[in-house]
């Protein structure tokens, strides 16, 4: 198979004429949806952690304990809120 | 982990406004801003409805996703809390928020809109816990010390219920069985998606 000189420069010309198309059109796509950047807010600690207000704390919980935290909310709803469970009970 | 959630049972709510004032109390919240309120539908139509509302700690917040400055961030029990050093006020969440929760203090000078102001579901903000700066610009932090928000444990009625998205749905369950009525619940499915309680919404589906 002969290549020609004009015939070579032609795809050289197309192929680097391709890979610009590329490039520019990249510019062109979709942003991607999922958040990348965090929030600019300050590093909040978990209500787990507590408070230093001892006095203030409710349940015999241990700070840092979040299983324990957990059943305290819980226990406080469902006595707190739920009347039929509180009858019942 | 718990997912915290608010359920406001219309079939309960008698427009007493106490969790209006609870909050009110509890968080020294300024003049003219009202973290809840208690709207009523069809009023003074026999059969109309009050249901209290505030913000709903949303699953995809649209205050989030128009914040300008990113000054929102989603703690990992789900409610949705924002930094005040890092709002400027533009005021954009309060338009892309369905239940109207961000507020505005108007009391600057020439009427300059303040930072914005929202319920923190009690769980104050991103300074250290229970601390003089967390309560002066967020309020008491109420889930660290062991307990539910303040609205919904004043409530006369219980008609309001706040905790663990599991064990306010299981509330409610028992409650619609029991009286046979009253399962639909306002704002559920905007705020948390049209999943079950406690339920991821599903991918590529809209909720």
Known sequence: MKHTFHSITHRVVRGAGLCAAVVFLVACGEQPQTPTRLSAAKKDASP?????????????????????????LRARANYGMSDYQRVNN | MARMKFICDAERCIECNGCVTACKNEHEV??????????????????????????????????????????????????VLHDKDVCIGCGYCSYACPFGAPQFPGQGTFGVRGKMDKCTFCAGGPEANGSEAEFEKYGRN???????????????TKALLAGDGDVVADI?????????????????????????????PKEGKAS
Not at chain 2, 41 to 65: Q, R, T
């Open chain 2, 142 to 156: 109420r889930l660290a010390e062991g307990k539910l928000p303040a609205c919904a444990e004043m409530c006369s």
């Open chain 2, 30 to 79: 300024p003049w003219g801003v009202n973290r809840r309120r208690v709207v009523t539908l069809n009023d003074g139509v026999p059969g109309e409805k009050s249901i209290s509302v505030a913000c709903m700690h949303c699953s995809d917040a649209p205050c989030m996703a128009v914040c300008p400055t990113n000054c929102f961030y989603r703690t990992d029990e789900g409610v």
């Open chain 1, 48 to 72: 787990v952690v507590g408070t230093p207000a001892e006095a203030f704390k409710q349940g015999s919980w241990k700070s840092g304990d979040a299983n324990a935290w957990n059943q305290q």
């Open chain 2, 172 to 200: 409610l369950r028992a409650r619609v069985i029991q009286r046979g009525k009253g399962a639909e619940v306002w704002g559920w499915g905007t705020a948390y998606g049209s999943q079950q309680a406690g339920q991821p």
